[in-house]
Nanobody, 124 residues
Framework: EVQLVESGGGLVQAGGSLRLSCAASGFTFDDYAIGWFRQAPGKEREGVLCISSRGSTTRYAASVKGRFTISSDNAKKMVYLEMNSLKPEDTAVYYC?????????????????WGQGTQVTVSS
């Protein structure tokens, strides 16, 4: 059974940090690109960052430049989203998703598997 399980969300004050984790199982992790997406209330889902199966990273959300980083531990089948200098506008449900390609994509439907999401709330 394919599973992507996010964790690490929560409530944090503006300027704070969180690290989200995505635990993958049930598929050949090395053959997939993993992306982080987010969806804020009343807004469309947007791609945040992605890491390819070859370890290259792509940022899709200009607003997170210099604040968010993505990394992976292929041996543990884990992907992380390190979020620093958080702002209230970062409040959203964050999802990790897996795409069966070594290439990343900002296009949500290109991803086959999705986690259930983890809520991040940044207070002002």
């Amino acid at each position: 059974e394919v599973q992507l399980v996010e964790s690490g969300g929560g409530l944090v004050q503006a300027g704070g940090s969180l690290r989200l984790s995505c635990a993958a199982s049930g598929f050949t992790f090395d053959d997939y690109a993993i992306g982080w997406f987010r969806q804020a209330p009343g807004k469309e889902r947007e791609g945040v960052l992605c890491i390819s199966s070859r370890g290259s990273t792509t940022r899709y959300a200009a607003s997170v430049k210099g604040r968010f980083t993505i990394s992976s531990d292929n041996a543990k089948k884990m992907v992380y989203l390190e979020m620093n200098s958080l702002k209230p506008e970062d409040t959203a449900v964050y999802y990790c998703a897996a795409r069966p390609s070594y290439l990343c994509s900002a296009y949500g439907p290109a991803y086959y598997y999705w986690g259930q999401g983890t809520q991040v709330t940044v207070s002002s």
